[in-house]
């Protein structure tokens, strides 16, 4: 199936730090949404984005839709330890299609 | 309260037996979906439903199966046929199917096969 390249893989950051990650596709998506997923648990639905260049922000994160509509980009500022945790990106094709997810990003923030 | 309930959180099964997963919402969805987690993999769909009465094979469905009786709940069996079943297995719903609807996660159940 569909695939979404989720970069990068893992990051290390000192408190305080800023963050940044992003997912590509050689598709287009409709829709672009950020989770995160603490350990153990469901993920959690940060950022939703429905149309290409739109730039949201929710607090301290700031996600945008691409151009292209081929990828998407989320930023940490500030970084907490509650930071910690895996961010997910998600694609929908178009409707009446099933959420495509990327592999995820394990940020750990060192105090 | 409403939300996505799932249990139990972990749950252990003896090779060779299914073993069925709850999934339960009062969100008044339309939609809802099963993933498995593993390590490194990101989330697989398993199956989803769109309304009651009515569900589809994701990209991973063989060796599990499911019913969509009640639009509050989506039960997951995972059977025998499943070769490796040990996984972190997620529940969702959204409002409906439409372009653009986002998806909420339950807690997820940890399956541990012995």
């Known amino acids: 199936g569909q695939q979404l390249n989720q970069s990068p893989q893992s990051m290390f950051i000192q408190e305080g730090e800023d963050v940044s990650m992003n997912c590509t596709s050689s598709?287009?998506?409709?829709?672009w949404l950020w989770y995160k997923q603490d350990p153990g648990e469901g993920p959690v639905l940060l950022i939703a984005l429905y149309k290409a260049g739109e730039l949201t922000s929710n607090g301290r994160l700031t996600a945008q839709f691409g151009i292209t509509r081929k990828d998407s980009f989320l930023n940490i500022s500030a970084s907490i330890p509650s930071d910690v945790g895996i961010y997910f990106c998600?694609?929908?094709?178009?409707?009446?299609?099933?959420?495509?997810f990327g592999k995820g990003t394990r940020l750990s923030v060192i105090a | 309260d409403g939300g996505i309930t799932q249990s139990p959180k972990y749950l252990f099964r003896k090779e060779g037996q299914n073993v069925t997963l709850s999934c339960e919402q009062n969100l008044n969805h339309d939609a809802m979906y099963w993933y498995r987690q593993d390590p490194g993999q990101g989330l697989r769909l398993i199956y989803y439903?769109?309304?009651?009465?009515?569900?589809q094979k994701g990209d991973i469905a063989e060796g599990y199966s499911v019913s969509r009786e009640k639009k509050e709940s989506f039960p997951l069996t995972v059977t025998s046929a499943q070769k490796n079943p040990t996984a972190f297995y997620l529940c969702?719903?959204?409002?409906?199917?439409?372009?653009?609807?986002?998806?909420?996660f339950g807690p997820g159940t940890r399956l541990l096969v012995l």
């Open positions: 598709s287009i998506f409709n829709t």
């Open positions: 998600a694609g929908q094709l178009r409707g009446n299609t099933p959420l495509v």
């Open positions: 969702a719903s959204s409002i409906d199917w439409r372009d653009g609807e986002t998806q909420y």
């Open positions: 439903s769109q309304i009651v009465n009515d569900f």
